[in-house]
């Protein structure tokens, strides 16, 4: 069997990227700076990959980074699981895991995911509320949220699911009839619009120097946006993990290479400070390690394909 890192080394490397930074995670360790580099670096000479990235005084984990740590976490919360004094690890829920996500990533992944974990875990219930505003944990007895943001919300910890990005899908139907095979094709095309997702911005990536769309049905729920794109009714700017499945499945398609990254990405949310049950804790790090694991979601807009704002 091979060796494995020890527990400390782990347990470093789990906090500094839970709280972006080393300081932080040598105090919450009571550790030196010094001491949680060292422990880091180690670890990133045994597997040799680079974990961390300066990004001015934030230490942002790497790709590589973030697929570890979904699995550190989820093994140190399993370890910690199974140390819980007896009465703790007989003892059942009273309630099940409450989950407050955004309806659009609810229905085309979350739910899913769900179901996944209920096979693994039929002794664990899930209540999962679908909701466009921010709950208020406390007062609603929510465990764990889906967010859709830039992270930082007062008074919560978080920790990535996923980044987002952008591109035109429509039917392949629809391609076809308007023969869509360069960007500037979409001179002929019906544009549907959400404010949350402005055209011009993709345009500018797509090297064309266009306004934004002054026609063209709009949609407030990213959902809504994909089913008129669905009917054929036009080409939607849509968000990469909301049209996975579909794209998938064939039902849609990205007829362009050139994505967008969003300013928004995905996240997992839950109080500051609350320390969470073992089920929960186990079921976040399920989710954590499971996203991580998800390949690229639209393969006609691979990743060296998605450009900044």
Request: neutral net charge; contains cysteine; charged residues 25%.
């Amino acid at each position: 069997m091979a060796q494995l890192p020890s527990l400390q080394t782990l347990r470093a490397f789990e906090a500094a990227g839970r709280l972006n930074s080393y300081s932080k995670a040598a105090e919450e360790l009571g550790l030196t700076h010094g001491a949680v580099s060292h422990r880091i670096r180690q670890l990133e000479e045994r597997l040799g990959l680079k974990l961390f990235r300066r990004d001015g005084n934030v230490m942002r984990m790497t790709e590589d980074g973030q697929r570890l740590h979904a699995q550190v976490r989820q093994g140190l919360s399993l370890l910690e699981q199974a140390f819980a004094p007896p009465r703790a690890r007989a003892a059942k829920a009273q309630r099940p895991i409450v989950i407050s996500a955004v309806p659009s990533l609810a229905a085309a992944w979350l739910s899913a995911r769900l179901g996944e974990y209920r096979a693994e875990r039929p002794d664990i219930d899930i209540e999962l509320r679908v909701t466009d505003r921010l709950s208020d944990f406390k007062k609603e007895g929510v465990d764990l949220g889906v967010r859709l943001g830039r992270g930082g919300w007062d008074g919560m910890q978080s920790a990535k699911l996923f980044d987002e990005a952008l591109t035109p899908v429509c039917t392949p139907a629809y391609r076809d009839k308007l023969d869509l095979r360069e960007p500037a094709d979409l001179a002929r095309a019906a544009f549907l619009r959400n404010a949350w997702t402005p055209w011009a911005r993709w345009f500018r990536a797509a090297g064309l120097d266009w306004p934004e769309p002054a026609r063209g049905p709009v949609f407030d729920d990213s959902g809504l946006l994909l089913r008129a794109a669905l009917q054929g009714d036009g080409v939607a700017l849509g968000r990469h993990w909301l049209a996975i499945e579909e794209v998938r499945a064939g039902r849609l398609c990205a007829p362009f290479s050139v994505s967008l990254r969003d300013d928004f990405s995905y996240w997992l949310v839950w109080l500051a400070g609350r320390n969470l049950n073992p089920e929960t804790a186990q079921f976040r790090d399920w989710l954590a390690a499971r996203a991580a694991a998800e390949e690229h979601p639209c393969p006609l807009a691979a990743p060296e394909h998605v450009v900044a704002a």
